[in-house]
Structures are given as C-alpha cells and as structure tokens.
C-alpha cells in the first residue's frame, strides 16, 4: 500500500518568503506529526494532529509556524516570512494513533527546505 | 521533548562484523523505538519496544528496553554493505501527543 508523501521533496525560497509543506498520510491513519531535521541532528517534533481534536502544538519554535488539517487526512506545514535558521528537512510522519501503537510511526521522505 | 544520549557518534566496521550501539535517557520512556535512515530518506522503523527487559528480534537486528526505563540498545550481527545508515533511537511517554523524541544518530559505514 501507499506509504506517507510529501510534497515538494525541495523547496528553495528566499529569505522573507512564505512557504507550504504538504503531507499525505497513510490511507486510515489517524495520528499525524511533523518534525523538523538539521544537518547531522535527530528530529525535533514541532506538532500533532489527532482525529478532529485541537492540534498539539507544543513543539512549534514560533508563531512564525503553523499547520492544519483538513478532513482528517491531508495536512499543510505553513512557515511565513522564512529565516535561514528554518532550512532543515521537514518529516511528516503518521500512525494508526492507537493505544499501544502510538510509536509505530511511518515516515513519508521529507521536504528540504532551503531558504537564501 | 527530552534529551537522548546515543552513542557511538558513528561507527566504521567490517562486512561481517557485529555493531551494538545503545542510548540512554534521563527520563523513563514507556516505548523504545530504533529506526534507520538513508540519505533523502525518511526514518524507517525497524523495531518496536514497548515492555521494560523486552528484548526483541527482526532479522540480524536485536533490539532491548532497558529495565531501568532509561535505555535501549541495538545490535546488529553479521553487518552487510546495505547495513549502512544513520540508526536512530527514541522514547516516547504519552506526552505531546505521542511525539518521539529522537537521539541524535548513530552513523554506520560498513566496508565490503
């Protein structure tokens, strides 16, 4: 079956501009996140989305972030006036969003996001 | 999110040669998780952990939840050429939704 997409898997933008990230999760599941990966480091959790509840957005590093999700299923990661700082690799991942399965989390292959 | 401890940096071994890398954390993790990722990849998940001293098999990969709550390690045996990657841990514990919080890698190159 169809594994998590994302779209573009580049994205060169200037210095100011706003950009948008899309995710497709898997067919049914109901848990979505989004991470952020800088050069040589780990992933960061910026935000999850489960069923219709009220995103988690604890993991956003400013207002300047944000993301919705729409009927459940695709989701947009919006970054306004971009900074150098915000290049990185931008992960969607999602999962069954069951209890006990919570972890088992699939990733789609990341949008790099270069800003000059 | 938590901070993870994973080492080695990076490893640089033999085809044929076993790996162990482990990471631990300060805090209790009620799942262990250890992925692998290949450039212009996204994580891939190889083993799920989710009871304190479980230890669990997939394929050549071993994996273990520590007791203590705080650690995990993974050890490969017979490493092969496309063993190469970036392996990485992580915890979760109900917070943020799930999140996971992830170390900071661990490089492997395995020469032929």
Request: charged residues 15%; neutral net charge.
């Amino acid at each position: 079956g169809a594994g998590v997409s994302q779209s573009p898997s580049n994205k060169v933008t200037e210095k100011g501009k706003d950009v948008e990230l899309r995710c497709d999760p898997i067919s049914g599941h109901t848990a979505l996140y989004w991470y952020r990966q800088s050069l040589g480091q780990g992933l960061e959790f910026l935000i999850y989305f489960q069923g219709n509840s009220a995103p988690d957005k604890s993991g956003l590093p400013s207002d300047r972030f944000s993301a919705e999700r729409t009927g459940g299923s695709v989701s947009t990661l919006t970054i306004q006036r971009t900074q150098q700082e915000d290049s990185a690799v931008y992960l969607c991942a999602s999962s069954k969003g069951l209890a006990g399965a919570y972890g088992e989390q699939y990733f789609g292959p990341g949008t790099r996001l270069t800003v000059t | 999110g938590q901070q993870l401890n994973q080492s080695p940096q990076s490893m640089f071994i033999q085809e044929g040669e076993d790996v162990s890398m482990n990471c631990t954390s300060s805090s209790i993790f009620n799942t262990w998780l250890w992925y692998k990722q290949e450039p212009g990849e996204g994580p891939v998940l190889l083993i799920a952990l989710y009871k304190a001293g479980e230890l669990t098999s997939n394929g050549r990969l071993t994996a273990q939840f520590g007791i203590t709550r705080k650690d995990s390690f993974l050890n490969i045996s017979a490493s092969i050429p496309s063993d190469v990657g970036i392996y990485f841990c992580a915890g979760q514990n109900g917070g943020s939704g799930y999140a996971l919080n992830f170390g900071k890698g661990t490089s492997l190159l395995v020469t032929p």
